[in-house]
């Protein structure tokens, strides 16, 4: 996660919130960080408070912005049929995304996900027939315990019957072992 940018979407929010609502705040500041002769009052016009509230609106804009940003460049982290958390991250499509073909499917899994530099991906319907099945592909070296991206394309006809679907993207088992499966599922919607 990239708690870097979500400390500066916080910084612009408050001070766009407080801009707004409390645009005497900054009027305080500026008094504090002024020279004035001991005993005159400040006295900030009109102007000057409308100033601090279209700032505040700006701050906001620009948190609000910022924070978009973040959450459509992050992976979508979900629990596996395992349970774990930490093994693979969907960047493309997210959980209850409607999709279409030639559907692509982004993200990055860590290197035990893989073997051979794969793992298959299936889209199913919403009576979980198998409508469409391929490998993803790493997009890096996949002999590592860290992240490594994968890419892959589905197509796809859209089914006749029903709006949701399921896509399943398993961990490559080699052994055939059922203690090493492991599998990724979200639900889908098509166009």
Request: aromatic share 14%; proline share 5%.
């Given at each position: 996660?990239?708690?870097?940018?979500?400390?500066?979407?916080?910084i612009?929010?408050?001070?766009?919130?407080?801009?707004?609502?409390?645009?005497?705040?900054?009027?305080?500041?500026?008094?504090?960080?002024?020279?004035?002769?001991?005993?005159?009052?400040?006295l900030?016009?009109?102007?000057?408070?409308?100033?601090?509230?279209?700032?505040?609106?700006?701050?906001?804009?620009?948190?609000?912005?910022?924070?978009?940003?973040?959450?459509?460049?992050?992976?979508?982290?979900?629990?596996?049929?395992?349970?774990?958390?930490?093994?693979?991250?969907?960047?493309?499509?997210?959980?209850?995304?409607a999709?279409?073909?030639?559907?692509?499917?982004?993200?990055?899994?860590?290197?035990?996900?893989?073997?051979?530099?794969?793992?298959?991906?299936?889209?199913?319907?919403?009576d979980?027939?198998?409508?469409?099945?391929?490998?993803?592909?790493?997009?890096?070296?996949?002999?590592?315990?860290?992240?490594?991206?994968?890419r892959?394309?589905?197509?796809f006809?859209?089914?006749?019957?029903?709006?949701?679907?399921?896509?399943?993207?398993?961990?490559?088992?080699?052994?055939?072992l059922?203690e090493h499966?492991?599998?990724?599922?979200?639900?889908?919607?098509?166009?």
């Amino acid at each position: 996660m990239d708690y870097e940018a979500y400390i500066i979407v916080g910084i612009f929010l408050s001070f766009g919130l407080l801009s707004l609502l409390k645009p005497d705040w900054m009027i305080r500041f500026k008094r504090w960080t002024t020279f004035w002769v001991e005993g005159a009052e400040y006295l900030p016009s009109r102007r000057t408070v409308l100033v601090y509230r279209i700032l505040g609106v700006i701050f906001i804009l620009l948190g609000s912005v910022v924070f978009a940003g973040v959450q459509k460049e992050m992976p979508e982290e979900l629990a596996t049929t395992t349970g774990n958390t930490d093994i693979i991250r969907l960047t493309s499509p997210r959980s209850g995304e409607a999709i279409e073909s030639p559907l692509i499917i982004t993200g990055e899994a860590r290197g035990p996900w893989y073997f051979e530099a794969t793992f298959p991906v299936v889209l199913t319907d919403w009576d979980g027939l198998i409508i469409a099945q391929h490998y993803a592909e790493a997009q890096d070296s996949w002999m590592t315990t860290e992240y490594v991206p994968f890419r892959a394309v589905l197509e796809f006809e859209k089914p006749a019957y029903g709006e949701r679907g399921s896509l399943i993207l398993r961990k490559s088992n080699a052994s055939g072992l059922p203690e090493h499966d492991d599998a990724l599922e979200i639900s889908i919607k098509f166009k």
